[in-house]
C-alpha cells in the first residue's frame, strides 16, 4: 500500500486548506480511509475517518471546520479545512482505518 499525502502549506488563521491522498496497491473502494496529525512535542491523532459507505466522523475540536471525503474512481481521499486555527498546526498522514502504513505526511502550519 502507497499512500501520498498533498496540498499542505502556510495559511492565516480563519483560512482553508484541502489536502489530498492517492492511494495506491490496494482496492481503495474497500478500505475505510482517515487522516491524522501530529504536533511537535504531541502524540499523533486522529482527525476523521470516512468509511467505505461514506459515512465519517470527526475528533472534537474540528467538528463543523473539516470535512473528509473520497473519490472512489480517484482512488484519492480528501480533507477540506477551514476556519483553521494556530493549534491545527501539525504534519497531516492519510491512512486506511485500521492504518496499514503510513505516508510522509504533509505539513500544515497556521499563523495567528
Known amino acids: 500500500v502507497q499512500l501520498q499525502a498533498s496540498g499542505g502549506g502556510l495559511v492565516q488563521s480563519g483560512g482553508s486548506v484541502r489536502l489530498s491522498c492517492q492511494v495506491s496497491?490496494?482496492?481503495?473502494?474497500?478500505?475505510?480511509m482517515s487522516w491524522h496529525r501530529q504536533a511537535p512535542g504531541k502524540r499523533r491523532e486522529q482527525v476523521a475517518i470516512?468509511?467505505?459507505?461514506?459515512?465519517?466522523t470527526y475528533l472534537e475540536s474540528v467538528k463543523g471546520r473539516f470535512t473528509i471525503s473520497r473519490d472512489n474512481s480517484q482512488n484519492t481521499a480528501y480533507l477540506q479545512m477551514n476556519d483553521l486555527k494556530p493549534e491545527d498546526t501539525a504534519v497531516y498522514y492519510c491512512?486506511?482505518?485500521?492504518?496499514?502504513?503510513w505516508g510522509e505526511g504533509t505539513q500544515v502550519t497556521v499563523s495567528s
Open positions: 470516512i468509511g467505505r459507505d461514506g459515512g465519517s
Open positions: 496497491g490496494i482496492t481503495f473502494s474497500r478500505v475505510d
Open positions: 491512512t486506511t482505518s485500521p492504518p496499514l502504513t
